[in-house]
């Protein structure tokens, strides 16, 4: 009885899973084109990601309603990861092993690279849309991201801090993961090259809560400029931390802080934070005006981490595109055409995201949106290219 209990409490962590598009099915008579999603619907990170996972299965829904690809619905095999690289194989196995999609999307760098592996061995297209450690470009020939890496807006925040903020030395906090040392090594490296000078560089772990250690550090540096590379969850800590030792410089992190959340939990203390996003504003986009509208008129709210759900909301658009360049061109729908078709279509016309240009070396590069928060708000400052 115990080792089914484990078992049970084990599939309803890493399998909570969804199959989303049957009725699409039914409708238009045919099998429907099925593609896997591993997200973290539980766990510390679920705030995240269950509104990143809400947001593609919309973007089904949405092109089952006109038709599917090809006449052909679309269909969403969702399976919880709660961000954990262990969870993360567990589900990508099942996905592969018993769905048999040929081609998978997942997100937080920690599990892109654990299920990177799996995806080769088996030559099953693995898309990363939500990581940004740069490594995930170099994870094999069946790994690609449809997300810019972390040298592309951490690099753009570190020379706008430079040339453009006039700032002469930083300070740059991390957290001690895949996603912080890599993020935190680039914006040193950037700021560095800008012609500007790191004068702290400190890493906290991922399970503290006091980070009074590496701040005061921070504080003895007294540099110009605070650089935070952390998560949407541990970023809030940090930054109250950071004002109530009494450090009143700029502060500045990419797009985890891009979070009315994160706003709402530091009141004054976000004021004049700087933060990057990959995605465009509602005031940028009309389709993403009308999807913040939706998540207000269906939530009561707007999406945890909107630019990630841009880039959810997009990938099932991405996929449909490979699968519809597969069956006009009449290849067989599997794995290793699937990353064939990545390569042979390369650019994509996405809703929320604008264009979207797969490179050689299996990166994107996307422009950089700067905000600074204003009385409250977030409000755009400049576009970097």
């Known amino acids: 009885m115990k080792i089914l209990r484990r078992s049970l409490v084990l599939s309803a962590l890493v399998l909570a899973a969804g199959s989303f598009g049957a009725n699409a099915q039914t409708a238009a008579g ?42 052909r619905p679309l269909e969403l095999i969702l399976l919880d990861t709660q961000a954990d690289p262990r969870l993360g194989i567990n589900a990508v196995n099942r996905l592969i092993n018993v769905e048999k999609v040929p081609v998978f999307g997942t997100a937080w760098s920690a599990v892109v690279k654990a299920v990177a592996p799996i995806a080769n061995r088996a030559q099953v297209l693995e898309l990363s849309v939500g990581a940004n450690s740069p490594d995930i470009a170099k994870l094999g020939d ?28 930083a300070a740059v906090l991390y957290i001690h993961n895949d996603s912080g040392v890599e993020g935190a090594r680039i914006y040193r490296d950037a700021f560095t090259e800008a012609g500007g000078n790191v004068v702290a560089f400190e890493a ?44 009143k410089q700029t502060i500045s992190t990419y797009s985890a802080g891009y979070n009315p959340k994160v706003v709402e939990q530091l009141g004054a203390a976000a004021e004049g934070m700087l933060v990057s ?16 509208e939706r998540w207000q008129q269906t939530e009561k709210r707007i999406p945890n981490g909107l630019p990630y759900t841009q880039y959810l909301y997009d990938m099932p658009y991405l996929i449909g595109q490979l699968y519809g360049h597969l069956i006009k061109t009449k290849q067989p729908l599997t794995g290793p055409n699937m990353r064939k078709a990545l390569v042979e279509v390369g650019k994509f016309d996405l809703p929320m995201t ?22 409250g708000k977030f409000e755009w400052v400049a576009t970097v290219k």
Do not use: C
């Open 277 to 292: 996003t990959l995605a465009p504003s509602a005031d940028q986009n009309p389709e993403v005006a009308k999807f913040v």
């Open 142 to 169: 069946y790994v690609y991201t449809s997300y810019p890496l972390a040298d592309v807006d951490v690099r753009a925040q570190a020379r706008y801090a430079v040339n453009t903020l006039k700032k002469k030395s």
């Open 204 to 247: 906290y772990d991922a399970q503290a809560t006091d980070y009074t250690g590496a701040l005061l550090k921070v504080r003895a540096a007294n540099p110009d400029v605070i650089h935070i590379q952390g998560l949407v969850s541990d970023l809030p800590q940090v930054v109250a931390q950071l004002r109530q030792l009494g450090l």
């Open 30 to 71: 045919k099998e429907p084109l099925r593609f896997g999603l591993a997200m973290p619907l539980t766990g510390s990170q679920a705030l995240f990601g269950a509104d990143q996972a809400k947001a593609a299965q919309w973007a089904v829904q949405d092109i089952n309603a006109k038709g599917g690809i090809e006449g």
């Open 354 to 375: 604008g264009l979207l240009e797969i490179t050689k070396d299996h990166r994107v590069n996307k422009p950089v949106y700067l905000y600074e928060v204003k009385n």
